[in-house]
């Protein structure tokens, strides 16, 4: 792979939690990357969860908040935290924290000015993979889960990319970006006007059309301040209309933060253990 380098290495829960950068071709800059390995890793190779973030947020924000580690280490999977967009002078950018740097939306940008760097989706199914796989002692079988926009990220890279994942979870997702302001604007920014190639990026409508092999568990708060943005509803109407397994849990009470992500961690990582150990 290219060169990679280590910002940092730190002893969690009997594992290493690392931060790392590369230079990365999919996105033409320096990418900045989190990965925990459990202790089990070093006895042989452990398979990979994935967690993409939402708006705003980098490698780090997960990689503190979200309390995931803990139940790496007990359940003995690897976790990967990609960022969320490219960074750096040259990247496009705007002034709206919906858009632009920290808010890639896992998509591969076709307009103007965002096409050069914000490949996204090449970046974390290709290049990121390519290099964690070769990096780390990490097994081919690999889970993808995501808080807001990775929760839109994670149902959409599993369902356009099944045979690179085994197993598939989501917190808070945008449900249906195709008819939300947060989907609309930015499918309009990086993808252009054709509202057919949304589609394609629309987990609820991905599942009426694609559908998914396995389970899928989501988590919604039902005090999320973003409720109507999210769209929880087109998804379960989806996940009925394509008779998809699993479930969808309405939480009554919790908000969009990570708070809500920390409680409900545990769950979401015995649940792809179970899939990608099984």
């Not at 057919?196 to 629309?202: G, I, R, V, Y």
């Amino acid at each position: 792979g290219r060169p990679m380098q280590t910002l940092s290495e730190s002893r969690m829960f009997g594992g290493i939690q690392g931060v790392y950068s590369h230079e990365s071709a999919a996105c033409g800059v320096p990418m900045t990357f989190a990965v925990y390995l459990p202790p089990q890793a070093s006895r042989g190779p452990v398979p990979c969860l994935w967690y993409l973030s939402g708006l705003t947020c980098t490698h780090e924000n997960a990689m503190t908040k979200a309390g995931l580690q803990a139940h790496a280490a007990e359940f003995g999977l690897a976790l990967v935290f990609p960022d969320t967009s490219p960074r750096g002078d040259g990247v496009a950018n705007d002034a709206a924290y919906d858009l632009g740097q920290g808010a890639g939306f896992y998509v591969d940008a076709t307009e103007a000015p965002w096409a050069p760097h914000f490949r996204m989706e090449d970046y974390v199914v290709r290049e990121l993979r390519q290099l964690v796989q070769a990096r780390f002692p990490v097994t081919d079988r690999h889970g993808i889960t995501g808080h807001s926009m990775g929760g839109h990220g994670a149902l959409t890279l599993a369902m356009r990319h099944p045979e690179l994942y085994a197993s598939l979870s989501a917190f808070a997702p945008i449900a249906h970006p195709a008819a939300s302001d947060w989907g609309r604007k930015q499918f309009t920014a990086y993808l252009g006007t054709d509202e057919a190639l949304w589609q394609e990026h629309d987990a609820s409508l991905l599942l009426q059309s694609r559908g998914w092999k396995g389970e899928i568990l989501v988590d919604q708060g039902l005090s999320d301040q973003f409720l109507d943005l999210l769209k929880p509803e087109a998804l379960a109407s989806a996940m009925a209309a394509s008779r998809t397994a699993g479930e969808l849990r309405l939480q009554a009470g919790y908000d969009h933060s990570y708070n809500f992500v920390a409680t409900f961690a545990r769950d979401h990582v015995a649940w792809h253990a179970e899939r990608l150990k099984g």
